[in-house]
């Protein structure tokens, strides 16, 4: 690995760890999830689970976070060819899109999850 590989690849990390750390960087909540709470209940009505939408909310934008970067590595693998870069980049894409399901969590429309359609 070149030193300069190396060097970006430290300034990602670091980068990486520190958006995790404070919950996905400039990425912040819509106003009217905040304070609200996720529900999970069994199909009789009992509450399985109780969470805060922020926990939530850092869970879902620590996941977009760990794509990108998967999504950097696999652009920049140098043993994988054009097609296998392109397969791999289509499941990236869908994965996207399963979680477009979460926008309304988002505030701003750009930090938003898109699919193969965006």
């Known amino acids: ?3 300069d590989d190396l060097h970006d690849l430290l300034i990602e990390s ?12 400039d990425i912040r909540i819509s106003p009217r999830m905040s304070g609200g709470n996720v529900v999970f209940e069994d199909g009789e009505g009992r509450v399985v689970k109780d969470l805060p939408v ?27 060819d054009a097609a296998e ?7 990236l894409s869908r994965c996207y899109g399963s979680l477009t399901t979460l926008n309304f969590l988002f505030r701003e429309d750009e930090d938003r999850f898109q699919g193969t359609g965006g």
Not at 14 to 25: D, I
Not at 67 to 73: H, I, S, T
Not at 85 to 91: H, I
């Open 54 to 80: 922020a926990t939530v909310f850092k869970k879902v934008t620590s996941v977009r976070e760990k794509l990108r970067v998967l999504e950097q590595k696999i652009n920049n693998h140098s043993s994988l």
């Open 1 to 3: 690995m070149e030193v």
């Open 14 to 25: 670091v980068r990486q760890a520190l958006s995790e750390e404070n919950g996905g960087g």
């Open 85 to 91: 870069v392109a397969e791999l980049q289509a499941y």
